[in-house]
């Protein structure tokens, strides 16, 4: 596990560097938000077709040695387009490879995860949710203070650094080679059947969508440009201000592992995001508490999420490709939600916007408490 958490640590520092740094150097090129949702959309809908490709044959081959194949490599080849990138097809080609970075992350992890901790798979999960958002706090700190000091083109050298680091975990799952971190052989035309998947399945890939679809534009896309735009605040303060959302969101996630996912919980999940998104959006010196209060609310919401994944994909032999195809209607709602949401926001502001990512996590929350209460893992 401790390899598993440190390819997670560094590859969700580029991610959570990525996250802020993206947005606000298209922001400095003066690329509009409309526009910037597009070149963002892109790194789900690729997302999604990468990672059932990587998924086929982790469950087919084994997933040891994929970390250092394909996510080491992602990681690299994303930063330098960004480098380099001078006109908005770069970027594009930017995010292509981050989507196969990310995927390729996803793809496998949850599936080492389950291999190499039986009977722990949902705490276990969750821990590495928790060091996820620990080392995606880290990344933003680091963005937001080096984009200040030393500008876009040394942060993002700093990244690239982190990125090649990656390869060093990765290398020891290379050469490992013992069977037990190894899935069994499943036949092919087993795992891409789509008949093997009942309305529980995609009952619960339905409520993961409105799990992401309530922060996953806003984290991504509305809020680093709102704070950019509509309240003047400074790289390096848009960058402390990540680190401690995810820190919050972290602390939640290591600090209620132990607690039950019960209805005490469900009601303040959704009291505290429901307030904060309704005022999100006109708060001005109050933006930073309901921000944070966002964080707190999504770190509750954390346990849910992935014990409703469990729920769909544990003992079963095709791991990798069962949480793949449960990921498909998220993907594609992430791809439009960034595409709507810029423009939507375009068109009549951030409150819209700001609330309906509350709505939709209560939403979330009443589906996810029905799913972990009364379905049965098959």
Sequence with gaps: MRRILAITFLNFFISG????????????????????????SILPLVFMIIRLLIALVADSKGWNRLHLLINWPGS??????????????????????????????WAISRTAIFSLSPKREVKEATRNTAVIFLSTALGSAISGLAISFFGFSITLSIFLIFALLIAVPA?????NNNKKIKLKVVNFNKLVNFKNY???????????????????????LLIPVFMTEELGFSYMAI????????????AIIFSTLRTSLGLKRLIIQISICLFASFFLGFS?????????????????????????????TKEKPSVSVNIGVLHIPMRFAEFASLLYAGFITEKIGYVPVFASSGILFLLFSISAIYLVKNLKVQ
């Excluded at 290398?171 to 050469?175: A, D, E, G, K, V």
């Excluded at 960058?239 to 972290?250: D, E, Q, R």
Aim: glycine share 6%; charged share 10%.
């Design 284 to 312: 001005n010196n109050y933006f930073l508490i309901l921000f944070f209060m966002l964080a707190i609310s999504e770190g509750l919401g954390m346990g849910f999420f992935e014990a409703i994944i469990a729920k769909a």
């Design 239 to 250: 960058g402390i201000s990540y680190m401690v959302f995810n820190l919050i969101a972290a």
């Design 17 to 40: 560097g990525l996250t802020l740094i993206i947005p606000l150097l298209l922001l400095e090129r003066d690329v509009n938000l409309v526009e910037i949702g597009l070149i963002l």
């Design 76 to 105: 690299v080849i994303s930063i330098l387009f960004y480098l380099i990138a001078t006109s908005t097809p770069f970027f594009l080609f930017g995010k292509i490879f981050e989507a196969i970075k990310e995927s390729s992350y």
């Design 171 to 175: 290398l020891s799952f290379w050469r």
């Design 198 to 220: 009942d309305k529980d399945f995609w009952l619960i890939s339905a409520t993961m969508l409105l799990f992401s679809l309530s922060f996953y534009p806003l984290l991504n």
